[in-house]
């Protein structure tokens, strides 16, 4: 069980926890945009953006920040969980190694 005190336990409400730094914070409305709600990406969004990141580092973070939470929905149509396919994926490749 999570900590209360942890950055983790504080996710939900990042924008007034004091765990995290203001680009942390910047990074995690990034992240609500791309995978919630992509019209909150207005401009003052980027513009805020633009001052803490560099136009690699918004590439880099927007293509793991969409690359993550589309593998994550992909998971969900398999209706499996975190682990379960990495499991799945060792054991035939043990079969395999084992047959060869």
């Known amino acids: 069980m999570q ?3 942890s950055r983790l336990a504080e996710l939900d409400r990042f924008e007034e926890s004091d765990k995290f730094t203001h ?3 910047l ?3 990034y992240t609500d945009a791309i995978v919630w709600n992509p019209a909150s990406a207005d401009d003052e969004m980027w513009k ?5 990141f560099t136009e690699p580092e918004l590439v880099e973070l927007g293509y793991w920040i969409g690359f993550t939470a589309g593998g994550q929905r ?3 149509t ?3 969980r975190q682990g379960e396919l990495a499991a799945a994926l060792n054991q035939n490749l043990a079969a395999q190694n084992q047959s060869t």
Do not use: I
């Open 27 to 29: 990074a995690l409305r």
């Open 3 to 5: 900590n209360s005190g």
């Open 78 to 80: 398999l209706a499996t």
């Open 74 to 76: 992909w998971l969900l």
């Open 23 to 25: 680009r942390e914070k």
């Open 48 to 52: 805020q953006l633009h001052e803490e």
